[in-house]
């Protein structure tokens, strides 16, 4: 069965202090795979997808990026955090032409 | 672009009652219709999805119809028990293929008393 993994769980950084957050998809070869962005209490968004290695597409442009290094790995970072970037950050994958689904989330707050 | 409007939260019953969020949406495309369910702390799960007009979509007691004159596809459930208690969202995709795309509503927290 395919699983989805999201790390950190949750993490509290301060402003203009780098970022890193990570996802590993196991159990599918070649999936499509994306991030969303949700804000406490807010709808979700879509910031980044990836259909291969190597190839991001932004969706959303929020100074932050995305990079895929391996098939089942995503990662998304910044340089310098923003208190605007606080939220919920979701993993989430796909087949071609299928449904989404998504990991557990990093709860980012930024102080 | 699309647009996805669903019922304002929050919305409370009581256990054994009816349940219906209104969803419309707006798209020049052909999308394919979703509901997902969040609980508190956790991503959003797939509850079902309609890719087809006219048709219906079901799990756990929860169905909506996909409405293409009405544009729209709301969810209903006959009785609802504490452990719907979640947040629901109504979305669209209509990219399909390289880029699911999902356009979300805005959620609708449902709280479920006994």
């Known amino acids: 069965a395919q699983t989805i993994h999201q790390w950190p769980v949750a993490e509290i950084k301060a402003v203009g202090s780098p970022l890193s957050l990570g996802c590993t998809i196991k159990g599918k070869s070649s999936p499509n795979l994306y991030w969303y962005w949700q804000a406490t209490g807010g709808t979700l968004q879509q910031l980044f997808y990836?259909?291969?290695?190597?190839?991001v597409e932004s969706v959303v442009q929020l100074n932050l990026s995305a990079s895929r290094p391996k098939d089942d790995q995503f990662i998304l970072s910044t340089e310098k955090l923003l208190l605007s970037h606080s939220g919920f950050y979701l993993c989430?994958?796909?087949?071609?032409?299928?449904?989404?689904?998504f990991g557990k989330g990093t709860r980012l707050t930024v102080v | 672009g699309d647009s996805v409007t669903q019922t304002e939260g929050p919305v409370t019953l009581s256990e054994g009652t009816s349940l219906t969020v209104n969803c419309s949406y707006e798209?020049?495309?052909?999308?394919?219709l979703f509901w997902y369910v969040q609980y508190p702390g956790e991503g959003p799960q797939l509850l079902f999805k309609v890719p087809k007009a006219n048709e219906k979509g079901s799990n756990r007691g929860f169905e909506a119809t996909y409405n293409k004159e009405a544009t729209s596809f709301h969810l209903q459930k006959a009785s609802v028990q504490e452990s719907d208690s979640a947040v629901y969202y109504c979305a669209l995709s209509d990219q399909g293929g390289s880029n699911a795309k999902l356009t979300f509503g805005k959620g609708t927290k449902l709280s479920v008393k006994s």
């Open positions: 989430a994958w796909s087949l071609w032409d299928s449904e989404v689904f």
């Open positions: 990836s259909i291969t290695v190597g190839q």
């Open positions: 798209t020049k495309q052909y999308p394919t």
